[in-house]
Structure formats: structure tokens, C-alpha cells
Nanobody
Framework: QVQLVESGGGLVQAGGSLRLSCAASGGTFSRYNMAWFRQGPGKDREFVTNIRTDGSTYYIDSVKGRFTISRDNAKNTVLLQMNKMKPEDTAVYYC????????????????WGQGTQVTVSS
């Protein structure tokens, strides 16, 4: 059983940066594919980015070139560096883990954090 705890959310002006962190415990972190999802006001939860156990990554088009996902297996942590932020990035950001195949589908992820609020002001 994996527990995930996000941190690092907050309020930032458009064009600014934030770094989210997700700390994992209770499992062999290096064996899990990890992802970040987000849920904006009045919207469904959507996939943002994922990172495989081998470190390869995938991003949705709207964050490519602005967001960077990374993982530190020694620290059981996955990070999301968000730069050049836009008001449309405002959402609750969730960290998720899956032991199986990498995926962008919400339903495929077994473990979720509680989420951290990110607000981008214009």
C-alpha cells in the first residue's frame, strides 16, 4: 500500500513558477510509474504528465515546455516544476501512482494523494 502526500501548492502570479512535491511511502517507489493530474474549478480531473520507472516522461500539449516532472528514487519523491504559469493552470494538483503499465487514464492509477491547491492570478 502506497501513501502519497503532495506539497508546494500556493498562489502565484501569471508568468511565475511553483514546484510541487509528492512524497511516497509504504511501497517500493522505484517500481511505480508516477503521474500528476489536476482538477480545475468546475472541471473533471485531467491528466497532466507522467514519468516511468526508467525516467521517461510524457506531457499534455498545454504544459509542454513549461512543466517538468522528475523523480528521485532515493528520496521516494516525484516533483513537478511549473514555470511560465497561466491562470488556466489553476487547479488542485494530485499525485498518483500505478504499479502496472504507464497510463494517462485516471482509472488506471491505484494510489492518490490528497491534492494541493495551485492558484495562478492574472
Amino acid at each position: 500500500q502506497v501513501q502519497l502526500v503532495e506539497s508546494g501548492g500556493g498562489l502565484v502570479q501569471a508568468g511565475g513558477s511553483l514546484r510541487l512535491s509528492c512524497a511516497a511511502s509504504g511501497g517500493t517507489f522505484s517500481r511505480y510509474n508516477m503521474a500528476w493530474f489536476r482538477q480545475g474549478p468546475g472541471k473533471d480531473r485531467e491528466f497532466v504528465t507522467n514519468i516511468r520507472t526508467d525516467g521517461s516522461t510524457y506531457y499534455i500539449d498545454s504544459v509542454k515546455g513549461r512543466f517538468t516532472i522528475s523523480r528521485d528514487n532515493a528520496k521516494n519523491t516525484v516533483l513537478l516544476q511549473m514555470n511560465k504559469m497561466k491562470p488556466e493552470d489553476t487547479a488542485v494538483y494530485y499525485c498518483a501512482a500505478v504499479r502496472g503499465a504507464i497510463s494517462s487514464r485516471l482509472s488506471d492509477y491505484n494510489y492518490w494523494g490528497q491534492g494541493t491547491q495551485v492558484t495562478v492570478s492574472s
